[in-house]
């Protein structure tokens, strides 16, 4: 086998198997040829057009409008996508943690007004960043419909014939036989058919085509981004997110008025909330118990009695973080959990003036703990004057021991539970109508208790315990601990719908980067010898790789029905620089 | 009540230190191999790179086609195909590989891929040890992903070798790699084996964690082909405008494959994957939706994802974007790899987010 350098020795010998009649054709002219055997060959929009047509402001927009649907516009965009979402995640977001944001602002100071002006706390609902994702969007809509109307067209059309120069093609394969031209494109025909080739026979050629999911793929892909989109829209409008914190024994009930905290989209009505509630019945925590992980959580459930609907039946449930609770499209979930150690406190005259269970916020990994314990009603001094007492409490569940110097708990489970407590009494300023933080006790209108030594009255507390208020103001005790649990109860209308979407879109995804569109030509014609000259060629878009393979198969496969003649003397062959 | 307090097995947990001790030391001998392999190679003196490049440029242009020369007989058992580069992209062959045609460093090269297959065993075993350790799957943290990442790209790059790809000059930089990244991994990001926090406990962390990590090994694979790309496009570059490349980068570069071969390997590589990081980040989505009640918050490792991801699907649009194609597109492919690193070391260890549970 020797390989001939076809340009340079068309010049001197015409190629016996050139079915064309014309002479050589330069270069441009071939690729022009190959242009157009590609056209169609996908969707894609053509590149860059001249600029601004026509005049006045419509040759303007329609100039516009097409660079924004251009594929270079959509790359740039998309580029501007992935740079634009980075600030988001060194900057902490408003969305995210509003505490960080605080302290990002207390210690950067000098950027604030900047970031502030950048909308850096909120990228993601910012003014550029939308812009951004909405010029995409719109330049995917203005790319998707106009190529699915194209390809429906492709759909019904025929493949091009087979171009003149075959030989220009990207791969193509050639040889001689005594089979028939028209018995060659017959096999040829079938061969291709078999192989799922759309087919068209043309005057001494065959067309095929095949491959057109890789486009329906990427329309299906393109698509489904819009719908996704559409989806998380969709879900902003009309999203609740609310959370409750729930002691063990406790109940809720889904009503506004029963959250801590509730936030919803701007469509959404408190019709909205499927009507459920439970009662924490246990909650159980396990951690791990030595080794260099030592207190780290190894599972945390909650027992409840859960009822449906207003009246529903009891039914006994378990509530994981990693298993939410589901009902009619609202989800509940475990957050997080803590103690609240249940005081009472005493009058002077011997009195339960209070008793409740406390919860404290944890603020380490070992659940040390924080709260106040503030008795609003029904204590009246020695003096009989009411007044109002306030505790600042603080509380571990496994303490480090006497002497240690640290009111740090040292483990997350209840090993070594004590509890610290200071005390004042005046007024909690809880009537002034400002809203207050329950954990944390306003001292602004309080007098410390003080103790024998004139300092503020403390005492540390094992369960059970007792701290006597002095000059018989009454009692302070610690009666017992409880647990309690965080839940959070979402519902986020349209996850189905976005969950759709991207399995359409990896399905689509797989089908346009898998799949390889491509056309393949036969052409037989009878030689100047009297054999057939078969000529096979392919093409595809430039990635397809495995073209020249699929081609050498389809050309051993015809081969065998059509096989090579046997050799007369050769005049032209050439050696060419490819060796 | 708990069953999870499935205990640590010390012994396994110490086996699979060994492995991923003596996988270290067989990588090393693997990489001594490929040094072998590419020192001995250089005393080939064959350039057909320059060759190709400087004696005729209008080869490039010109089709070859395959003419009837066969001796009597059709003894051909198959027709030839022909193969012509797309217009406006250099003709060049391949370059012979890092034993550059040469007997002994070929033995090395072969020597140097046994090593690694062995060393891949080794490592492949640490792996399963550790998660038999622990009884779960083994990416809880940072040294489980980077002793995983790592058997992951060596694997790939075996299968490819298996395949029969011609991938066999990626070896010395794979090697390379693994063993930066397995020195790391022990030396810094040591933790002992142990359970895992209750976030974790999930079938997804089988479905997300193990596609992220092979996702993120298997683009590493096409980053160092962009890599090749850009350092093999320049050279091809400076010889057909007649420039002469200096002699060591001559001789390492002549070997590689061309650059175009290397584009469309690097465009492959990304291409395949892509759809499994797709499914990566919605499974990730998922869990989130199960373990903290919202699918997508913004946390700096979903952020960073995103990125990733709209970095590869730019980079996917580049390649058939005209203008674009060559090497702007492998420079964003190495910006959207270097999203993904970042998003893995960086955002691990110095963004906080919900997911820093990973422990380094
Ligand atoms: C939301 C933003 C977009 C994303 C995430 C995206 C993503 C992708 C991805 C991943 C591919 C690769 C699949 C393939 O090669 O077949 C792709 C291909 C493609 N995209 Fe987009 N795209 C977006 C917007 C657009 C827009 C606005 C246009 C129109 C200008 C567009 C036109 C195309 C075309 C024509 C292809 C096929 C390229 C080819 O045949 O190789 N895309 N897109």
Known sequence: MSTTDKASAEAQHPPADEPSDLPGTDRADSDSAEAAAGAQLSTAPAEDGPGPVGIGVLGWARWMWRQLTSMRVALILLFLLSLGSIPGSLVPQNQVDELKVADWKRDHAFWVPVAEKLQLFDVYSSVWFSAIYLLLFVSLIGCIVPRTWQFVGQLTGRPPGAPRRLDRMPAYATWRTETAPEQVLAHAKALLGRGRFRTEPGKGSVAAEKGYLREAGNLVFHLSLIVMLVAFAWGQLFKSEGGKLVLRGSGFANTLTQYDDFKSGSFFSTDDLPPFSFTLDDFSASYEESGPQKGTARDFTAYVTFHKGADGAPQKREIQVNKPLEVDGAKVYLLGHGYAPVISVTDPSGKVVYKDAVPMLPFDGNLSSSGAVKVTDGYRNKDGVKEQLGFNALFVPTFAGAGQGTMLSQFPDLKFPVLALSAYHGSLGVDSGLPQNVYRLNTAKMQEFKDADGQLLKKRMLVGETMELPDGAGTVKFEGIERWATFSVTAQPGSGLALGGAVAAIGGLAASLFIQRRRIWVRAVPGPDGTTVVEMAGLGRSESARLPEELGQLAAALHEQAPTAPERPVTETVEGERG | ?360
């Open chain 2, 1 to 360: 009540m708990t069953p999870l307090a499935a205990e640590v097995n010390e012994n396994l947990a110490q086996i699979s230190n060994y492995l991923v001790y003596s996988s270290m030391a067989v990588y090393t001998l693997a990489f001594l191999a490929h040094i072998a392999e590419w020192t001995f190679g250089s005393r080939s003196k064959v350039a057909r790179t320059a060759a190709a490049l400087t004696t005729a440029p209008a080869a490039a242009a010109a089709p070859a086609v395959q003419v009837r020369s066969q001796g009597t007989t059709a003894v051909l058992d198959k027709p030839k195909v022909v193969t012509r580069s797309a217009p406006g992209t250099r003709d060049v062959p391949d370059g012979p590989g890092a034993a550059g045609g040469t007997a002994q460093g070929d033995l090395y090269g072969r020597i140097a891929v046994s090593l690694t297959v062995l060393g891949f065993l080794l490592q492949a075993g640490g792996v399963v040890a550790r998660a038999a350790s622990v009884q779960r799957a083994p990416w809880g943290n940072m040294y489980e992903f980077s002793i995983t990442f790592s058997a992951v790209a060596a694997g790939t790059y075996l299968l490819l070798l298996a395949l029969k790809k011609n991938v066999r000059w990626l070896g010395l930089i794979l090697v390379t790699t693994v063993l930066l990244d397995l020195g790391v991994a022990t030396t810094w990001l040591y933790t002992e084996s142990d359970q895992l926090v209750p976030a974790l406990h999930s079938y997804w962390l089988w479905i997300h964690v193990s596609t992220a990590i092979f996702c993120g090994a298997v683009f590493y694979i096409g980053a160092a082909g962009a890599v090749l790309y850009l350092l093999r496009d320049s050279y091809e570059s400076k010889l057909a405008s007649g420039g002469t490349p200096s002699r060591i980068a001559a001789s390492v570069l002549e070997r590689f494959p061309s650059a175009a071969s290397l584009d469309k390997f690097s465009y492959r590589i990304n291409a395949a994957v892509f759809p499994l990081w797709t499914f990566t980040i919605i499974a990730g989505a998922i869990w989130a939706g199960d373990a903290w009640g919202r699918y997508w918050g913004w946390d700096p490792k979903e952020v960073w994802s995103f990125v990733t991801w709209v970095a590869y699907a730019a980079y996917l649009h580049a390649r058939a974007t005209a203008g674009w194609k060559g090497r702007k597109a492998a420079y964003l492919a190495l910006f959207a790899f270097a999203c993904w690193i970042w998003n893995y070391y960086g955002v691990n260890i110095l963004l906080n987010g919900k997911h820093s549970y990973a422990g380094v």
